[in-house]
């Protein structure tokens, strides 16, 4: 349940090719840390870049955020990007909710996340595949500070029973 199928360095390093390998037509993607830093509205000129390659594939990428649709609509708003609010991440009720309303396939959606205890959770429970990537900035809301206590030794645990269980630059990178 805790456990990522692949941790990645940024969302960004998500290849389109290589979803299209894995069958994906569909990313989830937590908001902040995960696309943008939590305490700002100011994306990286390599999301806008992902993000259109990501459209030129045909690949549908969502927002899925505890927050506010106006607060994820004020955040994305130049971006064109799918929003689901108020998901009540770490409980997979709205996000399987949207998945079935809109007839999507589990198997093709990648849930993405910075948070083991929301993200990767909420995925796991959802049905999907899922990724952790590593929070964009270094700083965290009070909430998410208590989480990121707690999913250290979860993540560390899960590491050392599953040694292909570390920090990748692509979905498919070995060591």
């Known amino acids: 349940m805790f456990k990522p199928d692949v941790m ?78 108020r998901a009540k991440k770490p409980l997979p009720f709205e996000i399987v909710k949207y998945i079935r309303e809109n007839k999507m396939v589990k198997d093709e959606i990648l849930f ?15 049905g999907v595949k899922t990724v952790l990537v590593k929070p964009i900035v270094e700083t965290d809301e009070k909430k998410t500070r208590v989480n990121r206590f707690f999913e250290r030794p979860i993540l560390k645990y899960l590491q050392l029973k599953d040694k292909n269980l570390y920090w990748k630059d692509s979905l498919h990178d070995r060591k």
């Not at 390659?53 to 994305?76: F, G, T, W």
């Open 8 to 85: 990645l360095n940024r969302i960004t390093d998500i290849d389109a090719d290589d979803l299209k390998r894995e069958r994906i037509t569909t990313i989830m993607t937590d908001l902040d840390n995960t696309i943008l830093p939590w305490n700002s509205s100011e994306y990286s000129l390599s999301l806008r870049k992902w993000l259109n390659i990501m459209k030129m594939a045909n690949i549908e990428v969502l927002v899925v955020s505890n927050n506010s649709y106006k607060r994820i609509e004020k955040a994305v708003h130049d971006l064109d990007i799918g929003i689901v609010a």
């Open 112 to 126: 993405v996340g910075d948070q083991v205890l929301t993200d990767v959770l909420a995925g796991s429970l959802s």
